[in-house]
């Protein structure tokens, strides 16, 4: 099994970036996928899910209006539009798969905003 984060980067305030989450090894469809980012001397924060078909998705008041989960099951990836970016969503972002057995974390990847 492999989830694979990348997209992360350097960005001003204002900024957009596009998250991906690559899956491996479990059958992606039938898992609910989430990103969760971390800032520094933070805990983990839920930022958005998607279910298995897509048809449910749900988002933070922190970045409800800026950003957008999708999936695409034919790739096997998750994805998070990320817009009007500020410093507060620097952080350490992770993808997770959910499944009513399993759960897998990634390794995350770095995003951050600054002037």
């Known amino acids: 099994v492999q989830v694979v984060e990348s997209g992360g980067g350097l960005v001003q305030p204002g900024g957009s970036l596009r998250l991906s989450c690559a899956a491996s090894g479990f059958i992606f469809s039938s898992y609910r996928m989430s990103w969760y980012r971390q800032a520094p001397g933070k805990g983990r924060e839920l930022v958005a899910t998607i279910t298995g078909a897509g048809d449910t998705i749900d988002y933070a008041d922190s970045v409800e209006g800026r950003f957008i989960i999708s999936r695409d099951n034919a790739k096997s990836t998750v994805y998070l539009q990320m817009n009007s970016l500020k410093v507060d969503d620097t952080a350490m972002y992770y993808c997770?798969?959910?499944?009513?057995?399993?759960?897998?974390w990634g390794q995350g990847t770095q995003v951050t905003v600054s002037s």
């Open positions: 997770k798969a959910i499944s009513w057995l399993y759960t897998y």
